[in-house]
């Protein structure tokens, strides 16, 4: 319990710190964007390679732009777009863009538990979080495996769920998404949230994956829990809370996370 509150006292301090920076950059890049966006459009030279070079800038700064956004998520900033929803309707109908990012050689099973307990959350967000976890589960598996993503009801009351995940007492919808990929070691769970740490190549991974899943669980009042053994693989357990009221969203029909570069 201490180390786990250190944890948080530690994400909270990065999340701060991180915040405002990442707000400050937000402003300063579209004002770069802006700029360079009605450069593009109304400055056509018939020769020279000047619309490329500022195509380029453009290119890079929406890159900046992608990475402050995962930062002010971290932090628990970013702007949510909550509905109330269906989490099994929402990870059903992410079967084919699973499938599409994952690739041939891994298996993807998905398992929706009975029932359909709902949560109030941006379901954008969640698609974007649970396409961040299947893909780091792809990059554990490169030799192939499989990839499983569970829905259940989770009712934990305070005489024996508790210990299990060490999550507050409370109804929650969770949702694992496991791989029996290369696990991490010790010394990389205990700093897989922290924003930029990553263990990738440089152009392959930026470090913001979990920061950002772990950032928006919080934002949504939820939990999040890592397992991971090396060699064996990984299960991450997001626990949302349930709300009873009716469903507010079609859930499948939001904008697609495609759209926000991994
Ligand atoms: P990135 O994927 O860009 O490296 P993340 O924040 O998503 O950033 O992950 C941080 C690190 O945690 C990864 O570099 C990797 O070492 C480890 N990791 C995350 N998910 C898994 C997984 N499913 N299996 C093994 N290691 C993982």
Redo the contacts with the bound molecule.
């Keep these: 319990v201490e180390a786990q509150l250190r944890q948080s006292q530690k994400m909270e301090a990065i999340g701060q710190l991180t915040g405002g920076v990442a707000h400050d950059f937000n402003n300063m890049l579209a004002v770069i964007i802006g700029n360079l966006s009605l450069l593009v459009r109304r400055w056509r030279p018939q020769e020279g390679k000047a619309v490329q070079y500022i195509e380029n800038a453009l290119a890079g700064a929406r890159r900046a732009e992608t990475l402050t956004y995962r930062l002010l998520a971290f932090s628990r900033q970013q702007p949510l777009v909550p509905h109330v929803i269906d989490c099994n309707k929402l990870v059903g109908g992410m079967n084919d863009l699973l499938r599409r990012t994952i690739g041939e050689n891994i298996q993807v099973e998905t398992v929706l538990g009975a029932g359909n307990w709902r949560t109030r959350t941006d379901p954008a967000q969640l698609e974007s979080a649970i396409l961040?976890l299947a893909v780091?589960?792809r990059?554990?598996m490169l030799e192939g495996g499989k990839l499983t993503i569970e829905t259940a009801n989770a009712f934990l009351d305070e005489t024996y769920t508790r210990p299990l995940d060490d999550v507050p007492p409370g109804q929650y919808v969770l949702i694992s998404v496991t791989?029996n990929?290369?696990?991490?070691p010790p010394e990389?769970l205990a700093r897989?949230f922290d924003p930029f740490?990553?263990?990738?190549a440089v152009d392959k991974?930026?470090?913001?994956?979990?920061?950002q899943v772990y950032g928006f669980v919080k934002q949504s009042g939820g939990h999040i829990r890592i397992y991971?053994e090396l060699s064996h693989g990984?299960a991450i357990k997001i626990y949302l809370p349930r709300t009873v009221e009716p469903e507010s969203a079609p859930s499948p029909l939001m904008p697609r996370t495609e759209e926000i570069p991994l």
């Design positions: 961040n780091n589960a990059d554990a791989d990929g290369t696990g991490m990389v897989a740490f990553t263990t990738k991974g930026t470090g913001l994956g979990l920061s991971s990984t």
